[in-house]
């Protein structure tokens, strides 16, 4: 028997509801939406022969629909489906199988429902997700450091002493992304140890590079400050933080750049700089998303 434990949160009232085999008062007898996923695919058809050409295929939005039931205690539970569900507030939904890892989407309530019955109520819940996709509960964090060992485990230390491990000129490294599924952006911290200019990621697969600083307006990372790239759809941008304050420097943009993002399979990422490449230290975080649970 398939073990299931769904959980609700309103984000801006921190209320939340978790539901799952042993919760007694309110139970789920459907959830339609998340197993499946609608494509809209363009096309246009040649005017000489058959068939048509591809153009591209985009997701619309998810309706994630919640049927369930209340027992005895259905006034208050009622009361809590109303300010769980509040119009306009944003929410997460939580989805979790068995062992598995849970799955999240954020939405928004388009309809709650409630039928009274005596001594039990019927409800459900129609939810609607801007973002189509599911994503990991946390993120992936990767960090590009871009020290190199001196020595190997086991190993005999000479009394005189000995190098331990130096700087690279350069760093690559291999993000496997096995779920089918491109366009899952990142969030890239840039910092450093001593003065790096114009710093740069690239994706090898595609040749897209990301570049902050150029020839012509040069940018110079310190030792003091950090540079947080985010490809993320929505949320692209470039910003310094130094001292706790943030500050766009969009401006520093290579005109040729691009917010590259993971593509499905194997993706190559690397970085370095015109000057600096062997002070630089990279993380990169992002959060796997799913075409369903």
Known sequence: MISRTVSFKNIEDNINLTIDDDTSGIWITG?????????????????????????NTRLPKRNIVVSGGIGE??????????RLFRPDSEGVFTYKEDDKDARLANYYAE??????????????AS?????????????????????VS???FPHNFLEEGEELGRRSATRIDEIANNN????????????????VINPYIYLYETGERLSVGTSENP?????????IIETTGGKKGVTQRASGIDTNINSYLDPDSVF??????????????????????????????????
Request: include cysteine.
């Open 31 to 55: 959830i339609e939406g998340i197993y499946t996923y609608n494509a809209d695919v363009s096309t246009s058809d040649y005017s000489q022969t058959n068939g048509a050409r591809y153009k």
């Open 73 to 82: 205690t259905y006034h208050s539970y009622r009361q809590l489906l109303y």
């Open 111 to 124: 309809k709650v429902s409630i039928d009274q019955q005596y001594d039990k109520s019927a409800f459900q």
């Open 127 to 147: 939810l609607i997700c801007p973002d189509p996709f599911f994503y990991e509960k946390d993120p992936v964090t990767i960090r590009m450091s871009a020290w």
């Open 150 to 152: 001196g020595f190997e």
């Open 180 to 195: 089918g599924v491109s366009g899952i952006g990142l969030t890239v911290t840039l910092k450093a140890t001593g003065d």
């Open 219 to 227: 940018y110079t990372l310190t030792s003091s400050a950090s540079v």
């Open 260 to 293: 590259f993002q993971l593509l499905a399979g194997i993706n190559t990422i690397g970085f370095g700089a015109s000057a600096g490449t062997e002070y630089m230290d990279v993380t990169i975080q992002y959060r796997m998303r799913y075409l369903g649970v």
